[in-house]
């Protein structure tokens, strides 16, 4: 098997993939930990132990199948000490150099790896397709993609629980708010104009970023697909994703693992 694990600034994802599933990857079990950056190798090992325990894996069949990509290189010993330590297997990290796509950005390096990541999966599954891909996370991404592969660049804003965070830190008197799909556009509360606000904004700015990245990439045809822990939310409020696909980065991480072994 192979461990795929995405660490994000909010959560950090693992998903298990049979190696002989290689034309059609499907993620074998899959599970999400809250991002901490004070956490120790040992309450790593634990947390990782539970998870394989609840899927009812061997960690023997590791074997040195690890492949990583993180955005928070202040855990990033963490997890090479714990691989190290508990499973006697030094974990891969993911660069930029590492994805097999043509990059036509002004400065590579400043790539996120998952962001890339995400790009390489969408080409090895959309073929020939022009792509937009939108992440949402503690930030939300859109990242281009032509349809003969080459990384375009993008745009970064702020995430939705994001600046649901600020906006509940800044604004005293608003409630705490737990997202939902909105029953209405028009809120009839606070909490109902907050949750559209967010729910049914954000649906609306993805479909206008969408319009202006095609006209600008002068593109007719073109596949949106979303991921990321919110896009299931904010699909429902646009009309122009057209896939969801919540693990995406974690099959980009499983055919860049393809290409390493």
């Given at each position: 098997?192979i461990?795929?694990i995405?660490?994000g600034n909010t959560?950090?994802s693992?998903?298990?993939?049979k190696?002989?599933n290689?034309?059609?990857?499907?993620?074998q079990a899959s599970?999400n930990?809250?991002?901490?950056?004070?956490?120790?190798t040992d309450?790593l090992?634990?947390?990782f132990?539970?998870?394989?325990?609840l899927?009812?894996?061997?960690?023997?069949?590791?074997?040195?199948?690890?492949?990583?990509s993180?955005?928070v290189?202040?855990?990033?010993y963490?997890?090479v000490?714990?691989?190290?330590k508990?499973y006697?297997?030094t974990?891969?990290?993911?660069?930029v150099?590492d994805v097999?796509i043509?990059?036509n950005y002004?400065f590579?390096d400043?790539?996120g790896?998952d962001r890339?990541v995400n790009?390489?999966?969408?080409?090895?599954?959309?073929p020939?397709?022009?792509l937009?891909i939108v992440?949402f996370?503690?930030?939300?991404?859109?990242d281009?993609v032509?349809?003969e592969?080459?990384y375009?660049?993008?745009?970064?804003?702020?995430g939705?629980?994001t600046?649901?965070?600020?906006?509940?830190?800044?604004?005293?008197?608003?409630?705490h708010i737990?997202?939902?799909?909105p029953s209405r556009?028009?809120?009839k509360?606070?909490v109902e104009?907050?949750?559209?606000g967010?729910i049914n904004?954000n649906?609306?700015?993805v479909?206008?970023?969408v319009n202006?990245i095609?006209?600008?990439?002068g593109?007719?045809?073109?596949?949106?697909?979303?991921t990321g822990?919110?896009?299931?939310l904010?699909?429902?409020?646009?009309?122009?994703?057209?896939?969801l696909d919540s693990?995406?980065?974690?099959?980009?991480?499983f055919?860049?693992?393809?290409?390493?072994?």
């Amino acid at each position: 098997m192979i461990v795929t694990i995405d660490i994000g600034n909010t959560n950090i994802s693992f998903g298990i993939f049979k190696e002989n599933n290689i034309n059609n990857p499907e993620i074998q079990a899959s599970g999400n930990l809250q991002t901490n950056k004070n956490i120790t190798t040992d309450e790593l090992a634990i947390h990782f132990f539970n998870l394989m325990k609840l899927w009812n894996l061997n960690p023997v069949d590791l074997d040195g199948k690890v492949i990583i990509s993180s955005v928070v290189p202040q855990i990033d010993y963490e997890f090479v000490h714990m691989f190290q330590k508990y499973y006697k297997t030094t974990p891969y990290f993911v660069s930029v150099k590492d994805v097999p796509i043509k990059v036509n950005y002004d400065f590579p390096d400043e790539i996120g790896a998952d962001r890339l990541v995400n790009a390489y999966a969408g080409v090895k599954i959309y073929p020939l397709s022009n792509l937009i891909i939108v992440d949402f996370g503690t930030a939300t991404t859109f990242d281009i993609v032509t349809g003969e592969g080459s990384y375009e660049g993008g745009l970064i804003m702020t995430g939705i629980l994001t600046s649901l965070r600020a906006l509940e830190e800044k604004a005293s008197k608003l409630p705490h708010i737990d997202l939902s799909a909105p029953s209405r556009l028009i809120g009839k509360n606070t909490v109902e104009c907050i949750r559209s606000g967010i729910i049914n904004g954000n649906g609306a700015m993805v479909d206008e970023i969408v319009n202006r990245i095609s006209n600008e990439m002068g593109w007719k045809n073109y596949t949106v697909i979303a991921t990321g822990g919110m896009s299931k939310l904010i699909k429902a409020s646009s009309r122009k994703i057209d896939v969801l696909d919540s693990q995406l980065t974690l099959k980009g991480l499983f055919y860049i693992w393809l290409l390493k072994r």
